[in-house]
């Protein structure tokens, strides 16, 4: 019994790297052949926060390339922002290696208090998502509030199935 102990413990390390799927025994996940672009986060729910009409919220935003072949980001630009509350820097890189990440930082700088969704559209050569939306949802409140109550009118569609707000409601 004891010999056969000592086997399974010297065979377990056989059999770790063997089932991993790289060199080095970590288990690094799928990789596709084609470039797949993969967001961190989607949608970007800024309403875990109110923020103060004049304020301004930074997000940083990554895409992951889990693909063999090089994600080549070709454009990007905020859309369906009819209150112009969203901008962006961004994409530090345009060509996207395995396993490597681009970033872009969202910002958020309301002059009104209200709702407000709008989405990053990147494009690429993606083959999963050529274009891809992020959605971004944010709620804003008058400045000088101080914790009193404000209604911001109806929720976007994205926040009621996506986002929570700050109350919660």
């Known amino acids: ?35 797949q672009v993969l967001p961190a986060i989607n949608p970007i ?45 961004g994409p530090d890189i345009m060509t996207v290696e395995t396993r490597d990440f681009v970033s872009f930082m969202l910002r958020y700088a309301p ?18 998502y050529p274009i891809l939306d992020i959605y971004i949802v944010a709620l804003s409140e008058p400045a000088g509030l101080d914790g009193g109550s404000y209604d911001p009118g109806p929720r976007p569609a994205i926040a009621r199935d996506a986002c929570i707000p700050a109350d919660g409601g």
């Open 111 to 128: 002059t009104e208090a209200g709702w407000d969704a709008g989405a990053l559209r990147v494009t690429s050569n993606a083959e999963n």
């Open 1 to 35: 019994m004891q010999l056969r102990a000592e086997l399974f413990a010297l065979a377990l390390p056989f059999a770790v790297i063997a089932c991993s799927s790289s060199d080095n025994g970590e288990d690094s996940g799928i990789i596709y052949q084609k470039p």
């Open 45 to 89: 729910c800024l309403t875990m926060m109110r923020t103060e009409v004049g304020k301004t919220v930074n997000q940083p935003i990554q895409l992951q390339n889990v693909g063999k072949e090089a994600l080549v980001i070709t454009g990007s630009e905020i859309i369906e922002d009819p209150r112009n509350h969203f901008t962006y820097q």
